[in-house]
């Protein structure tokens, strides 16, 4: 069996989308909606947590495959290409920070700012 790049996927799933296939679950998610797909990449991002803590592997690798799959779908409804997610993490190839030095990011919550750091 060939192996399949995360870009490859992508590239289905955008096709996917963009010519309909009938039955398929992927256009089952795109005609749900966002909330749909959402929903899915947090009960899946929930399943690699459960998984990473059992002591079957093949369980870590399913339920990673899963998320990675609903997180391309996501990216796919949203419009932002893989590319775009390959040259994010390029960004940050060799940077070493502390998280003292790392950007700080400001939600802006009702009545107050919530600062963060960036995770990366």
């Known amino acids: 069996m060939a192996q399949q790049t995360l870009n490859e996927l992508y590239e289905i799933i955008k096709n996917r989308k ?11 998610l795109f005609d749900k909606g966002l ?24 369980e870590l690798i399913y339920e990673t495959a899963d998320v990675l799959y609903h997180l391309l779908v996501l990216l796919a409804e949203k419009n932002i290409p893989y590319e775009a997610i390959e040259a994010e ?9 502390k998280t003292t030095d790392r950007p700080r990011l400001q939600i802006y919550n009702e009545h107050r700012i919530v600062s963060l750091h960036r995770f990366i």
């Open 18 to 28: 963009d010519q309909p296939k009938e039955g398929s679950y992927t256009n089952y």
């Open 89 to 97: 993490l390029a960004s940050r190839e060799g940077v070493m920070s």
């Open 35 to 58: 909330d749909k797909i959402l929903k899915k990449v947090g009960e899946e991002a929930t399943e690699v947590v459960i998984a990473a803590k059992n002591e079957d592997p093949q």
